[in-house]
């Protein structure tokens, strides 16, 4: 599995990019230079990063099992930092993009990534135009880290799945889903932007043994409840992909139950919901649907 991340993604760059703002590229590059050996500060996808990474741990040589990517918009020179950083903290990350401003979202797609994290809005919808999973890291309570499990989390519309149950839901209103999903509750879902990804976790999940003692932990947390229930386990039956837990909470702030889980990331559509997310793990929001239009 391949996931591409941002500089300002995995690290804390939030000063140095209002330098940037503030007084210029030529300011900050000078202070990245008069910091190169000043070890940046773990940002929000951080702690995800260190575990994915850590699921290398006695894989093939030359074949691991996850591979992150680092892209940036900063130049190889000011870049230097971030690789100093890498090095400090022993992040397995050795493939890099800098591209001294230009867009990175070109360069997702030849790396073959699966997921890809970024601090910029922009980024991340041109990514999701061009087939990737891809989500804005917004600024979110940092995880406890109480668990060593990798422990994702996913909303189901517009995420894992298409949006054309959402759509029903917010111009026809919540009786009209339901009514639409159990008439349809044998019909499968089509796919959304991140299926893709939740494939390839699931691949990477069934090359360890399964149970409590697994390496990965998934979630379904949605507003689903019943009856709407039956058609997303019908669905991901069909697609033969296992998610460990499923919570379809009938519109509860799902903030709470993400920290319950202790997911080290969450994705959802929703600003609502990402807003009630971001205030206890970290949160990624994926601008696709009926909602971000």
Known sequence: MVVAITARALFDLEDSHRLFERSGLEAYAEFQRRHEDDPLQPGIAFPLVRKLLALNTAAPDGAPRVEVILLSRNSSDTGL??????????????RAVFTSGAPVYPYIRP???????????????????????AATILPSKAPENSHDQVRIAFDGDAVI?????????????????????????LEPLSGGPFK???????????????G?????RTALVTAR?????????????????????????????KGP???????????????HNTESARQHVATGHVPHGVSNR
Request: charge should be negative.
């Open 161 to 185: 799945f298409s949006d054309e149950s959402e759509r029903i839901s917010q111009e026809q209103g919540l009786a009209a889903f339901h009514d639409h999903e159990s008439s349809r509750a």
């Open 111 to 133: 790396f073959g990534a699966h997921l890809f994290l970024s601090a910029n809005p922009e980024s991340v919808r041109h990514a999701l135009e061009h087939g990737v999973a």
């Open 196 to 210: 893709g990804f939740l494939a390839a976790l699931h691949r990477l999940q069934e090359a360890f043994p399964a």
């Open 225 to 253: 409840s019943a009856p709407a229930h039956k058609r997303v386990i019908l669905t991901l039956r069909q697609w033969g992909v296992r998610l460990d837990e499923a919570l379809f909470l009938g519109g509860r702030d």
């Open 257 to 271: 139950f993400l920290k319950a889980f202790g997911a080290d990331i969450f994705f959802d559509d929703s600003h």
């Open 81 to 94: 930092r971030i690789f100093n950083s890498i090095e400090r903290y022993r992040l397995d990350i050795v």
């Open 212 to 216: 409590e003692g697994a390496p990965i």
